[in-house]
């Protein structure tokens, strides 16, 4: 794990071309939905297709 120099406080980040990067929710869930076949997001832990819970 590196620290970013310039102090960015993003949970996540990457380093390219001599700069960092910070890398948005959005970008991980299509990550996600790419390798897994499946509409899932990061921040629920889950799989969207199941059903909503009663109540």
């Known amino acids: 794990m590196l620290r970013r ?6 949970l996540l980040a990457y380093w390219e071309r001599g700069a960092w990067h910070d890398v948005r929710g959005d970008e991980v869930n299509a990550y996600l939905k790419e390798v897994s076949g499946l509409d899932i997001s990061a921040k629920r832990g889950d799989d969207r297709r199941r059903a909503a819970p009663p109540g």
Do not use: K, L, S
């Open 5 to 10: 120099g310039n102090g960015g406080d993003r």
